[in-house]
């Protein structure tokens, strides 16, 4: 008991530090190298008092995970490597410089080791509780704000337009929640020796490479989430085995029938992990795209709130079903007619298969966006519902895509949770 009272006597100064080096930036002016020099001064004075802590609540070696480190790093680089390989690199302004670079992955080191030593601690305390999960949960939730800026916070909360908002939620702060997610699984199965390398290492690669991935639109929050679900996956099957070993040498049935549905479970995570980043790579690869029926103009073949997936071309015949840019907005309908032009370009004739009239006007080759593939039926209905109150078709889409993965993620996490407690 006086190792831990001692401990907890150290978190609450290390957890003081560590607000004030947070909020500091945003709270004073701080200007030239003092707005590098004094947080990490701060978080370097906390790291020392979390470690103390984190020893005291048997938090720091854990052996769970630690052979896993390598694939889940490497992992994380590639997907930025394949986002960049379809939208293409830009130059990484954090490292125009030799001198820039060793001066952030100097200041980064003892921020990383502060915060993963207080998710250790605040693991390790939670997973004693009744409430672990729960508990848990707030740890993740806490640590993703503290890896968010603050100055990025202040902008959300200033924002009033519900677009912005959302935009900025699902390309910063839900990346930023991924990140966590996986840190925290870490830092419960596998300690502050398995925290502390991932997250170091996969932020120094943001400080040091020359060429990040130009992320847009949907990719970005789609392309971590889908990574993180595979990482949970994986995490969870190989602690899971572990857990296996253990049940069988207890030789109790209800152990068994409990492990067996675990490993059903955690197969077919992985199974669906797999299965979901390939259709999500193969998507990007062949630059598919989705768009949402929100009409019934093209009854019965799509109904409002199919999602009809679309691949790129700009030649269509007579009959085929086709997106092209509308006055106002992508228009998906049957052509009916091709006019061929003196001078070899193509203008198309399109109706709807519900409509008594064919659209107005001809549409040019270079309106065609792409052919319809196939539809993924009534799935779009709450983009369409969401569209009303988000105020945007393309904010909608984010919202319910954001939010399906990242509770699937949580699903997940709340599986690593019950493994590493049956473990305990």
Request: aromatic residues 8%; glycine residues 8%; proline residues 5%.
């Amino acid at each position: 008991m006086g190792v831990r009272r001692y401990g907890g006597s150290w978190v609450i100064a290390g957890v003081m530090l560590v607000i004030v080096a947070y909020v500091l930036p945003v709270a004073v002016s701080l200007g030239g190298m003092s707005a590098y020099v004094v947080p990490a001064a701060l978080y370097t004075l906390a790291a020392p008092l979390l470690y103390v802590g984190a020893r005291g609540f048997g938090g720091v070696r854990r052996e769970a995970v630690l052979p896993l480190l390598p694939v889940l790093i490497v992992m994380r680089i590639v997907t930025d490597v394949i986002a960049g390989a379809y939208q293409g690199f830009g130059v990484n302004l954090l490292s125009v410089s030799s001198l820039n670079v060793v001066i952030n992955l100097i200041r980064l080191a003892p921020l990383i080791v502060s915060l993963e030593l207080l998710r250790v601690t605040l693991v390790a305390r939670s997973i004693h509780s009744s409430r672990v999960g729960l508990r848990i949960l707030g740890v993740f939730a806490m640590m993703t704000v503290l890896y968010t800026s603050p100055a990025l916070l202040t902008t959300l909360v200033s924002i009033g337009n519900a677009g912005s908002a959302i935009a900025l939620l699902t390309s910063n702060v839900f990346p930023t929640a991924m990140y966590n997610i996986v840190l925290t699984v870490l830092a419960l199965s596998g300690g502050a020796t398995a925290a502390i390398p991932y997250a170091y290492v996969v932020k120094a690669y943001v400080y040091a490479t020359p060429y990040l991935p130009v992320l847009k639109g949907l990719l970005r929050p789609v392309l971590y989430a889908a990574v993180t679900i595979l990482q949970l996956s994986i995490i969870a099957t190989v602690t899971g085995k572990s857990s296996v070993r253990e049940e069988l040498r207890s030789r109790l049935s209800m152990l068994r029938r409990r492990m067996k549905f675990r490993r059903v479970f955690n197969g077919v995570s992985i199974g669906v992990g797999l299965v979901a980043f390939a259709i999500i790579f193969t998507l990007i690869i062949s630059g598919a795209r989705l768009f949402v029926v929100v009409s019934g103009s093209m009854i019965p073949t799509l109904n409002i709130g199919d999602v009809a997936v679309v691949t790129p071309t700009k030649t269509v015949n007579v009959g085929t079903i086709a997106v092209y840019a509308g006055p106002s907005a992508p228009v998906i309908h049957r052509v009916i007619r091709v006019i061929n032009e003196p001078n070899g370009s193509r203008l198309y004739v399109f109706k709807g298969d519900n409509n008594a009239a064919p659209d107005p006007g001809l549409v040019k080759e270079s309106q065609i966006i792409g052919r319809y593939a196939f539809k993924i039926p009534y799935a779009g209905l709450p983009v369409l519902y969401l569209s009303r109150i988000t105020g945007g078709y393309k904010a909608a889409v984010k919202v319910v895509l954001t939010l399906a993965l990242f509770l699937y993620a949580l699903v997940l996490f709340k599986e690593v949770i019950s493994i590493d407690k049956f473990r305990q």
